[in-house]
């Protein structure tokens, strides 16, 4: 646990620092990021970044007999691809390419991405229709983690 919450601390900081961005993410940071260290020897953070990733999905293309049907199946995939953002930015893509050459020529080229990795403490902000699309905001408040594994005891 401390391995995951110090890459996950490292990740929050890199990216905070870096400005860097994904997709429809985003991150919110101030200028400063002083760090103290702690008896248990984790540094900890003045100002914590907070994370935020938007999912969307297509209302018309959900399976469902009924309009309501879905609208709930379109909420649940727009919060499936909000999460799968925020752990891009917590874990990281691994990213797959594999390109074939025959006599110079390329024959094929293909390219594939997998996202894996645990998310705590994430919330929706906002969950909305717009027009045939439905939306979810979801925030990680990495300070809210910190806390979380020092109550546990993992730091």
């Given at each position: 646990?401390?391995?995951?919450?110090?890459?996950l601390?490292?990740?929050?900081f890199?990216v905070?620092?870096t400005?860097?961005?994904?997709?429809?993410?985003?991150?919110?940071?101030?200028?400063?990021?002083?760090?103290?260290?702690?008896?248990t020897?984790?540094?900890?953070?003045?100002?914590?970044?907070?994370?935020r990733?938007?999912?969307?999905?297509v209302?018309?293309?959900?399976?469902?007999?009924?309009?309501?049907?879905?609208?709930?199946?379109?909420?649940?995939?727009?919060?499936?691809?909000?999460?799968?953002?925020?752990?891009?930015?917590?874990?990281?893509?691994?990213?797959?390419?594999?390109?074939?050459?025959?006599?110079?020529?390329?024959?094929?080229?293909?390219?594939?991405?997998?996202?894996?990795?645990?998310?705590?403490?994430?919330?929706?902000?906002?969950?909305?229709?717009?027009?045939d699309?439905y939306?979810?905001?979801?925030?990680?408040?990495?300070?809210?983690?910190?806390?979380?594994?020092q109550?546990?005891?993992?730091?």
């Amino acid at each position: 646990m401390k391995k995951y919450l110090l890459a996950l601390l490292a990740t929050a900081f890199v990216v905070g620092t870096t400005g860097v961005t994904t997709g429809c993410s985003s991150m919110m940071r101030s200028a400063s990021m002083a760090v103290h260290y702690t008896d248990t020897g984790v540094h900890e953070l003045d100002n914590f970044p907070v994370l935020r990733a938007s999912g969307y999905a297509v209302l018309s293309k959900q399976k469902g007999g009924t309009q309501a049907e879905r609208q709930i199946n379109a909420m649940r995939a727009s919060k499936m691809e909000a999460y799968r953002e925020l752990t891009e930015q917590v874990a990281g893509v691994y990213v797959k390419a594999r390109n074939k050459n025959v006599n110079n020529i390329e024959h094929s080229d293909n390219l594939s991405t997998e996202v894996e990795g645990l998310v705590h403490g994430a919330r929706v902000v906002r969950q909305y229709p717009i027009g045939d699309t439905y939306v979810t905001e979801l925030e990680l408040d990495t300070k809210r983690i910190y806390d979380l594994y020092q109550i546990r005891g993992a730091i």
